[in-house]
């Protein structure tokens, strides 16, 4: 009897466990798929600035993700809609691209693993606590570009505004001692400051293993007066100049890194997969990264004029070459 | 009544696309403020390539710009470049490229390749007698070389080089179709589809356009000076000119790796203009067709070592029926004889060209670029015909041969011959100092028929500040006679020579390009050119009649460009352009007729909201002499005014919508004429026309 009881509650045991295992395997291929099937939310917007998008959406693509949607939102399109959409395709995570994007993201971060891309920084854009990379690149991408493309460059001289960049200072501060690079950082309150330091910078002021990096911050440089002035002068006085806006480049500085929109996709999309995995932030005020993947575009007059020969064993590092004469 | 509901419908509608613009703009702000400019955004993401300068002087246009200049065919593309005219031949209303004052009634003087490969023709040195240009909604971007460009393209790169550049996969990418319609019976429509996912490039491209061609009324012609002498009344004077066209062009191209095959066809039927002898000819026809096919072997070898071979066969037909002059015609008072039926002939040409070149970039030696390229160009006119139902007496007039003979075989206008031409060219960029570069080239063409030509280069580069950059430019450039001017026979007006050489030129340029202002960029362009050996069709001794092709003419000229480019504001562009050439032949010590002495050209391109565009133009055309021996007045300058509206609506993104108005004051526009006078009152171009289009793109 007791040996009958014996068998009844292996058999019991047996029966729960092989149901339990039974239903891991119903449920672990649901479990995964979801895991695996992502959306992108972006702007609906006109080319040129709609393949920024596409090709972002390709680089999820590219974190083996095995379905990712896509949602074209405009102003009209509530956080309801967004969480609709999500509920309708059974998606686990989203990456949210763009301004309104990131508006809806903020609606959205308490229900809805998230990231956010594609969008510039600003005062208020860290406040928000939500996971991301911003399209401004990351100190750590300019510097790795000026030793790659300049390896005979040993300090770079940034003029800034400690009010609105000082905590970028501070980083690249870091990153610039990580590439072997000295940082020579020229504080100043307004933009007439800003020329003072620049004058003073580029009249001698900088040493001839030295560059200058151009910040796009307003406070320090100023398009139709203050930029005019530092590539005629840097032109005179053969200093290099590195940005992080091609448009710079194509008015004379001699390189800038540009996003790489398929790189930054796939970022997003492995962020997206870190976090659904546990592994991630979800939120913080850390979580916002800045962009890593990033191109390099060299002006190749400028480039010439500086006698940087050695360019042309370095093609391989750029991306957009920029000849404008 | 409008119901409530519709009202609100409408409300909602209206709200949406503007709040959809709102969004779209806020979003564009955000990523301008990172990227500059669109332009920027472009490069950027890939979609259009940063231009890289040639040392020369070069216009770049772009498939935007097409868009902007609203244009449905090449010639209107070209005639936006500066110092380049488009003129027409009373033949068909081919376009005739007139650069720096260099004119040709055949359309010779201009190298027109098609992704770098020659759609020269050798029996006339042009691109065919039915030709008659092409559509643009396969075109990326068209690069115009002005001045020689021989040391590196060879024959036929004597006033200049138009390289068009077609769209490849990738910048298709996707599915484009669009319609388009408008005055003169115009319909034309396209369809693009390009794939370069997965490692391969796909790419299919087909294209139809047709018109019955504009109400341009030709007042006298030919026949009439003919009925006036003899008495008879057989002109169509005054009468419209033929211009209807009817052109299909498609295009294949499959590529993988460092392979790119690509194959082009295109198809031409139309009117043959005024008439081939410039008596109307409302029942002429030409046809004819050009396959293109080629492959490419393109690729980085070593270190160092840029490698490309092309391997291409272009096969080219042109079938006319004319009647030279009209149904009536009696020539019995001159020895000739009457044509109730009209004086009529099918001319056919046929032409295969079979090129290979090999190239090499080699970038190994410090502060050197060199190139170069050899190759081998077997041109072939291997079958011409020709039936008519008339001789020519010895004065050239025309006897009846009593109905339509074929006279391949025995009385001829020419018949086949072929040429081949081996080539060699080498050029290095030395940048000897930091701002300076010395750009060498020169090239060694052999042919069969005539002998060697040899074509030096040279271009001088000074990075002279910032914002300027000077250009000191020589080349010598060759136009190889053609078959026609080699070869004619039993034609008493025009006879081949076999003995001629090429006609050579030399040009010199000083050129400044300058960036005055980050919204401004602006260049000047000045040039002297001598032209040496010039064929042209000198009288034969008394009593002949005939011309014989000579190597007698010789042609200076100077001149300048002067272009503008003004980013008024972000939703305001200005660009323009204004040329000046004289001329002298320094035979007459006169103008040598038909180039404008001056060209104004000027666009604006208007955004007033991110989904319209709005582009204003106009052409100026001014000062055109008459040939030496044109007893005719001046023929009258031109304004023509076009104006072109495009739509994409926000909320139905890969839509566009355009409308086009095209000499829209309807300005009495003429183009000259021959110099024989036969036509007086010139070549009349189309007035006030419109037209309509639809395309998207999935």
């Given at each position: 009897m007791a040996h009958a009881t014996a068998r009844a509650v292996i058999s019991n045991i047996r029966r729960t466990l092989l149901a339990i295992v039974g239903l891991m395997c119903l449920y672990a291929p649901l479990t995964l798929a979801a895991d695996n099937r992502v959306g992108v939310v972006y702007p609906d917007i006109r080319e040129p600035y709609l393949s920024i998008f596409t090709a972002i959406v390709s680089g999820v693509r590219q974190a083996s993700f095995d379905e990712v949607e896509t949602l074209a939102v405009t102003t009209e399109t509530t956080a309801e809609d967004v969480r609709r959409w999500r509920d309708q395709k059974g998606l686990a995570g989203v990456v949210m691209l763009g301004r309104h994007g990131t508006e809806l993201a903020q609606a959205l971060k308490d229900d809805v693993p998230l990231v956010i891309g594609a969008v510039t920084l600003s005062p208020g854009l860290r406040e928000t606590r939500l996971p991301g990379i911003a399209l401004d690149p990351d100190p750590n991408a300019i510097f790795r570009t000026i030793k790659k493309v300049t390896p005979n460059v040993k300090r770079v001289a940034v003029v800034f505004n400690e009010s609105s960049s000082g905590w970028l200072i501070e980083r690249a501060s870091e990153a610039a001692r990580s590439h072997g690079l000295e940082l020579i950082p020229a504080p100043s309150a307004n933009l007439s400051e800003a020329l003072r330091q620049y004058k003073t910078l580029l009249n001698g002021g900088l040493s001839k293993d030295g560059a200058l990096w151009l910040l796009s911050d307003r406070n320090v440089l100023d398009s139709k007066t203050i930029l005019p002035y530092i590539l005629q002068e840097a032109w005179d006085e053969n200093v290099l100049v590195v940005s992080s806006s091609v448009e710079h480049v194509k008015r004379g500085a001699l390189m800038a890194v540009y996003p790489d929109n398929v790189g930054l996709g796939t970022s997003l999309g492995k962020m997206l997969k870190a976090q659904l995995s546990g592994k991630g932030k979800a939120g913080g005020r850390d979580a916002l990264i800045m962009l890593l993947d990033t191109k390099v575009a060299v002006n190749l007059r400028t480039a010439k004029h500086l006698g940087l020969s050695s360019l042309r064993d370095r093609q391989s590092e750029i991306d957009t070459v920029i000849d404008p004469h | 009544m409008v119901g409530k509901r519709t009202r609100i419908l409408l409300a909602s509608i209206v709200a949406g696309w503007h709040a959809g613009v709102i969004a779209a703009t806020a979003e564009e702000e955000a990523l301008l403020s990172l990227y500059g400019s669109e332009e920027i955004v472009s490069i950027a993401t890939g979609q259009t390539q940063p231009i890289s300068r040639a040392p020369a002087v070069a216009t770049v246009i772009t498939r935007d710009d097409i868009h902007e200049i609203g244009a449905v065919q090449l010639a209107q593309v070209l005639e936006t470049v500066p110092g380049l005219h488009v003129s027409a031949s009373s033949i068909g209303y081919n376009p005739i490229y007139t650069m720096r004052g260099i004119y040709t009634q055949n359309n010779s003087a201009m190298l027109l390749l098609v992704n770098g490969i020659p759609m020269t023709q050798?029996?006339?040195?042009?691109?065919?007698?039915?030709?008659?240009?092409?559509?643009?909604?396969?075109?990326?971007?068209?690069?115009?070389?002005?001045?020689?460009?021989?040391?590196?393209?060879?024959?036929?790169?004597?006033?200049?080089?138009?390289?068009?550049?077609?769209?490849?996969?990738?910048?298709?990418?996707?599915?484009?179709?669009?319609?388009?319609?408008?005055?003169?019976?115009?319909?034309?429509a396209w369809a693009s589809y390009g794939d370069a996912s997965g490692g391969w490039e796909k790419k299919f491209y087909v294209e139809y356009y047709t018109t019955k061609g504009h109400d341009g009324v030709v007042g006298a012609d030919a026949q009439t000076s003919f009925d006036q002498l003899l008495g008879t009344s057989a002109s169509l004077a005054p009468g419209e000119v033929n211009t209807e066209r009817d052109q299909l062009d498609a295009r294949l191209e499959l590529g993988k790796g460092p392979w790119l095959l690509r194959t082009m066809y295109q198809d031409r039927r139309g009117g043959v203009g005024v008439g081939i002898a410039e008596a109307l000819d409302p029942e002429g026809q030409g046809e004819g067709y050009r396959w293109l096919t080629d492959l490419t072997y393109h690729k980085e070898v070593a270190q160092h070592w840029d490698l490309q071979a092309t391997a291409s066969y272009y096969d080219v037909a042109n079938e006319s029926s004319l009647h030279l002059f009209p149904a009536g015609a009696d020539f019995t008072a001159l020895g000739g004889g009457p044509f109730p039926d009209g004086v009529y002939a099918e001319p056919d040409v046929y032409e295969r060209h079979t090129r290979l070149e090999v190239s090499a970039f080699y970038t190994g030696f410090s502060q050197h670029s060199m190139r170069f390229g050899t190759g081998v160009h077997h041109a072939d006119m291997y079958k011409t015909t020709e039936r008519k139902n008339y001789e020519q007496n010895p004065f050239g007039i025309p006897v009846p041969l009593g109905g339509i003979d074929d006279v391949t075989d025995t009385n001829p206008f020419i018949r086949p011959h072929d040429r081949t031409i081996s080539f060699l060219y080498l050029q290095d960029e030395w940048r000897f100092a930091p701002d300076w570069s010395l750009t060498a080239g020169v090239r060694y063409d052999n042919y069969s028929d005539f002998g060697d030509t040899i074509n030096p280069r040279l271009a001088l580069v000074w990075n002279t500040s910032l914002n300027l950059t000077t250009k000191f430019l020589y080349g010598r450039a060759f136009r190889p006679p053609t078959f026609s001017e080699l070869y004619n026979e039993n034609n008493p007006a025009v006879l081949g020579n076999p003995d001629l050489k090429p006609q050579t030129i030399d040009t010199y340029e000083l050129a400044f390009d300058a960036r005055p202002r980050e919204d401004v960029r602006t260049s000047l362009n000045l040039f002297y050119y001598s032209m040496q050996d010039a064929i042209r069709f000198e009288p034969d001794p008394p009593p002949a009649t005939s011309s014989t092709a000579q190597n007698s003419g010789e042609q200076e000229g100077y001149g300048g460009e002067l272009e503008l480019s003004w980013k008024a504001a972000r939703t305001l562009e200005v660009v323009g352009n204004y040329a000046y050439q004289h001329s002298e032949d320094k035979g007459t010590e006169a103008d040598p007729g038909f180039a404008p002495a001056h060209q104004l050209y000027a666009r604006l391109n208007w955004t007033p909201v991110s989904s319209l565009s709005v582009h204003p133009q106009v052409s100026y055309i001014a000062d055109r002499a008459r040939a030496e021996g044109d007893t005719r007045e001046a023929i009258d300058d031109y304004v023509i005014t076009d104006l072109t509206l495009r739509y994409r609506p926000a909320q139905l993104r890969g839509l566009e919508l355009a409308i086009s108005g095209r000499n829209i004051f309807d300005e009495d526009a003429r183009e000259p004429s021959s110099s024989s006078g036969l036509i007086p009152d010139d070549l009349p171009l189309p007035g006030r026309h419109y037209y309509a289009e639809l395309r998207y793109a999935w």
């Open positions: - | 050798s029996f006339f040195g042009n691109q065919g007698q039915v030709w008659a240009g092409m559509p643009v909604e396969d075109i990326e971007r068209i690069e115009v070389i002005r001045g020689p460009g021989s040391a590196l393209y060879g024959a036929d790169a004597y006033a200049g080089v138009i390289n068009v550049i077609t769209r490849t996969a990738a910048d298709i990418g996707g599915v484009e179709a669009g319609v388009r319609g408008g005055s003169y019976d115009t319909r034309n």
